[in-house]
């Protein structure tokens, strides 16, 4: 796989990759000017956050796909599209206890690794509900 940039991180780009969401994606963009931060984190979190509450999180092949692909930003991503993974995705599922449990038992090993720079300022997941 090539490196991915951050000036990749288009619509157009997110929709290649997630075309069964390619309205969604594009009603975000249009409110959000197109910004990767906003773009990804409306579209990821709080889809994932959904999938990663319900009693079959494990064997919802959307959960797979979206870590896959974290996995992919991850590991081919330049040092901004490594940031915006950290900070923008990772660091939202430290907002609740259950959701950063099951998010751990999902990722790949890059994604982990990104994820423990997180415990060096935030230390702990949330444990309120």
Not at 80 to 92: D, G, R
Not at 97 to 104: D, E, F, K, L
Request: glycine fraction near 2%.
């Amino acid at each position: 796989m090539k490196k991915i940039n951050y000036s990749d991180l288009t619509p157009n780009y997110l929709c290649s990759v997630f075309g069964e969401f390619e309205k969604n994606i594009k009603d975000i963009a249009l409110e959000n000017a197109d910004l990767p931060h906003c773009l990804f984190g409306y579209f990821f979190n709080p889809l994932l956050v959904k999938i990663l509450k319900s009693p079959d999180y494990s064997e919802n092949p959307l959960a797979a796909k979206i870590f896959d692909f974290y996995e992919q930003l991850a590991e081919y991503g330049d040092d901004e599209v490594k940031n915006l993974l950290q900070v923008t995705l990772l660091e939202y599922l430290w907002d609740d206890y259950t959701v950063y449990t099951r998010a751990i038992e999902m990722m790949s090993e890059c994604t982990k690794s990104i994820n423990k720079e997180i415990e060096k300022y935030l230390h702990f997941p949330s444990k309120t509900q």
